[in-house]
């Protein structure tokens, strides 16, 4: 492997993993605001303990989330100075209101709503549980914006050395940014869905406690992976419509059309192989199609069992399928992820940039190394996060800490005289 293919199996590596804390954080953040909303206006005990204890799992994954996302930016800085020169004064208007949002407001809201409980009135505290939520959606909208500039460059003009934005509306509603958007919070609810189903059929299955605690958590999951999947699904086929003309090569390996995309872009840019690789391309959607067929049919067969409670609780085949299948929607996402990205090469920036050129005069001996630490340091934050999550998990309610109230201490005995 050559420098550049060092490089972006890097980039790979550490953007993928941070993708997947992503996708979880969105998805848990939104069915916590929901469970607590149903908590706050009815008062429910039982639902006030779910949003306790998925609201531990979800700020675990967040925490390591930061952390992950610390970690790619930095590989990033050091490994892609060509592509901050280039278009860094176009996307980086949008990396900046992430970043602003992600780690002022958002961290700002999640840190009243953690400290917060029996300190604020239980309506302000749902109000910031439903702020940090919209702050999240939020973060992840910039996020697609400067991939979907990336992936169609669009409102900008080209001084000779370097990208400037000239519409910023025209950024703004970038198809490729919007139609992924879609994408990727409805497949962040799968993500979600399925995680809670599959926690809440552990339970079930190993009879602990908290049985109905663990039956309305498995009927929500279920409940929101079935619709979240169709979403994820129509937003995908949408995407398809927004694709570049090399990525629809590969893809539908159109010959004809590869032969015109490499002509042209000759053409314009000089000799090159201007054609994405192929078996990526294809491995990635095939992967994400497959997963979503499985994912479907396995989310409507749910929405039908759970309607039965004695089905719910006794059925330990279909428990066991439950936690089988909380991979999947990582896995789809991954192979979606793949097939974005795969498809743009071999541009950093789409018919502007080459991957190449986008790239930090480093030497693959200095590249090597990196790469091995940041796989290193990733795969530490990765097991990590699962043996956390996995402990909280298995604990159950009895184990949160997340808004537990100190224990009242006993009064001092009154010495007698």
């Not at 953040?29 to 006030?48: D, E, N």
């Not at 049919?297 to 609780?313: C, E």
């Not at 071999?346 to 986008?358: F, H, I, K, N, S």
Request: charged letters at 10%; hydrophobic letters at 55%.
């Amino acid at each position: 492997m050559d420098t550049v293919d060092l490089a972006r199996l890097q980039f790979a590596l550490t953007a993928g993993a941070h993708f997947l804390f992503v996708a979880l954080t969105l998805g848990l953040a939104t069915l916590v605001a929901v469970i607590q909303t149903r908590a706050t206006i009815g008062r429910s005990p039982v639902h006030l303990g779910m949003t306790r204890f998925w609201g531990q799992l979800y700020i675990i994954n967040y925490a390591m989330g930061i952390v992950t996302g610390l970690v790619m930016e930095f590989q990033l800085g050091m490994a892609w100075s060509g592509l901050a020169e280039f278009a860094g004064n176009a996307f980086g208007s949008a990396l900046a209101l992430e970043t602003m949002i992600a780690f002022f407001v958002e961290s700002t809201f999640l840190g009243l709503w953690i400290f917060g409980w029996d300190k604020l009135n239980r309506w302000a505290h749902l109000a910031v549980i439903w702020v940090v939520t919209l702050t999240a959606y939020a973060s992840a909208f910039w996020i697609m914006v400067a991939n979907g500039f990336l992936q169609n460059p669009v409102g900008y003009r080209f001084d000779g050395h370097a990208l400037h934005v000239t519409d910023f509306g025209a950024m703004v509603a970038n198809p490729a940014a919007t139609v992924a958007l879609g994408h990727v919070l409805g497949g962040a609810l799968m993500v979600g869905g399925f995680f809670m189903a599959g926690v809440s059929a552990y339970h079930l299955f190993r009879r602990t406690p908290d049985q109905d605690f663990f039956r309305k958590s498995l009927r929500i999951g279920v409940g929101v992976a079935l619709p979240a999947t169709i979403v994820t699904a129509t937003f995908g086929g949408m995407g398809f419509q927004t694709l570049q003309p090399g990525k629809l090569a590969a893809w539908t390996r159109d010959a004809e059309l590869a032969a015109q995309v490499q002509a042209e872009m000759t053409a314009l840019h000089g000799p090159g192989d201007y054609l994405p690789p192929v078996g990526w391309v294809q491995g990635g959607a095939l992967t994400m199609l497959i997963l979503f067929a499985i994912m479907l049919f396995l989310s409507g067969a749910n929405v039908l069992l759970m309607l039965a409670r004695p089905v719910v609780h006794r059925f330990r085949a279909w428990h066991v399928l439950l936690i089988a299948a909380i991979p999947l929607p990582f896995g789809a996402m991954l192979g979606g992820w793949v097939f974005r990205e795969m498809g743009r090469q071999p541009w950093a920036v789409y018919g502007l940039l080459t991957t190449e050129d986008a790239m930090s005069p480093v030497s693959e001996g200095t590249m090597r190394f990196s790469l091995v630490a940041f796989t290193a340091v990733f795969a530490v934050l990765v097991v990590i996060n699962f043996w956390l999550l996995a402990r909280a998990a298995r604990r159950g309610p009895a184990g949160v800490a997340l808004g537990a109230r100190p224990a009242e201490k006993k009064p001092e005995p009154v010495p007698a005289f």
